[in-house]
T-cell receptor, first 113, second 117 residues
């Protein structure tokens, strides 16, 4: 099955700085890559996603890049705010096998005021 | 957006008993639902794919006789943890695809916190 790795596991940044989280995947058939934000004890919330036919996508302070050749994708958060502090998960999905999500190991982001 | 609910939100049971967790799609039909388990400070691990009207598909290493899944209708999937043990204590989350048969977002339930004493 798909194997998704995520780095770093923890990340601390000063408010206003940028944060970058990176993920790699193993199955070249993966074609959908969402990013989720999860607060303690709550359900994951989709923050941005990208499909394999797109190299980059941006939504205000959040952007995601995808390199299909290298099989890695990254989340970029600019102008970080304290409310960005949470655990972030990347995931990979293969449509033709049922669209199951395989999640990365998570990154605990702390934005220091 | 689409809403997925879970019940109960938390449950405490004694070792050796069984616990049933329900996952409902409230405003859409879901022929497929997914069950995940999340241990503290860890990632969501896919346990199984629940298919309406047919048997669930389990991920490698997940005991199908211990984690019974039933998807009896287009809006309800249940996960029963049989003969629960303390090591089964975890956060269980279900999800359903937003687009039937399509590629895209999944909608997650709020999760069920299971504690086995």
């Amino acid at each position: 099955g798909e194997n998704v790795e995520q780095h770093p596991s923890t990340l601390s940044v000063q408010e206003g700085d940028s944060a970058v989280i990176k993920c790699t995947y193993s199955d070249s058939a993966s074609n959908y890559f969402p990013w989720y934000k999860q607060e303690l004890g709550k359900r994951p919330q989709l923050i941005i996603d990208i499909r394999s036919n797109v190299g980059e996508k941006k939504d205000q302070r959040i952007a995601v890049t995808l390199n299909k050749t290298a099989k890695h994708f990254s989340l970029h958060i600019t102008e970080t705010q304290p409310e960005d502090s949470a655990v972030y998960f990347c995931a990979a999905s293969i449509r033709h096998t049922g669209n199951q999500f395989y999640f990365g190991t998570g990154t605990s982001l702390t934005v220091i005021p | 957006g689409a809403v997925v609910s879970q019940h109960p939100s938390w449950v405490i049971c004694k070792s050796g008993t069984s616990v049933k967790i329900e996952c409902r799609s409230l405003d859409f039909q879901a022929t497929t639902m997914f069950w995940y388990r999340q241990f503290p400070k860890q990632s969501l691990m896919l346990m199984a794919t629940s298919n309406e009207g047919s048997k669930a598909t389990y991920e490698q290493g997940v005991e199908k006789d211990k984690f019974l899944i039933n998807h009896a209708s287009l809006t309800l999937s249940t996960l029963t943890v049989t003969s629960a043990h303390p090591e089964d204590s975890s956060f269980y989350i279900c999800s359903a695809p937003g687009l039937a048969g399509g590629l895209g977002e999944q909608y997650f339930g709020p999760g069920t916190r299971l504690t086995v004493t």
